[in-house]
């Protein structure tokens, strides 16, 4: 599968060779893994712009040349782009494409980069991610028992997927947090 190559263009097995020992090397296995998963659900997000452009043009097409207009494809977009955001925010982690104010990170020491981005994920991210589990985790398990639909007539069915892309967003970034966590304690470990 060639999405899953790193930048070398190698699919690695394991990166480090500490010791040879296999925790370590089920660590880092484990690591790309969950990469794996975020690199494909990035690759499903790009593939959901595409839609979402042809859906938009075909939308305002629609309206202004032809005067029809449909709530269904309107709301489609709509839900597209929710889902970008949302399925996309691991995929944006691993890639360390997210905002950062690194006026002292981007010139700092690998070791430091490591112990900063490990006490930012255990103490900032993970409590940040649980707080919103607990609080959308009641609210589309509600809409998912009400078989929740759209207020609009001639709106989506099924808005509690939309409402989904909440806690898929909790759990592709939380993965991609103890992805990173383990990068860092076993560059920790390295030095």
């Known amino acids: ?33 969950i990469n794996s998963i975020n690199k494909i ?12 452009t042809l859906n938009v043009f075909l939308v305002v097409v629609l309206r202004y040349l032809f005067g029809i207009s449909f709530i269904w494809m309107q709301e ?11 399925l996309g925010a691991g995929f944006t982690y691993l890639n360390d494409d997210h905002v950062r104010i690194d006026i002292i990170y981007r010139t700092a020491s690998q070791t ?9 994920n255990v103490f900032l991210l993970l409590p940040f991610l649980y707080i919103i589990w607990s609080y959308s985790f009641p609210f589309v398990y509600k809409s998912w028992q009400m078989n929740e639909i759209s207020r609009e007539a001639g709106g989506l069915s099924m808005l509690y997927l939309l409402k989904l892309a909440i806690l898929l967003f909790v759990i ?17 470990i390295k030095k």
């Open 41 to 52: 659900a990035g690759y499903l997000c790009a593939f959901i712009v595409v839609l979402m």
């Open 76 to 86: 489609t977009y709509v839900w597209m782009h929710a889902y970008i955001f949302m």
């Open 112 to 120: 430091y980069r490591a112990i900063v981005d490990l006490i930012g």
């Open 1 to 33: 599968m060639p999405f899953l190559k790193d930048k070398n263009n190698n699919i690695p097995v394991s990166k480090t060779n500490i010791n040879d020992s296999k925790n370590f090397i089920n660590l880092n296995n484990l690591s790309f893994f």
């Open 172 to 188: 592709l970034l939380f993965i991609q947090s103890v992805s990173k966590i383990i990068n860092n304690f076993l560059n920790l």
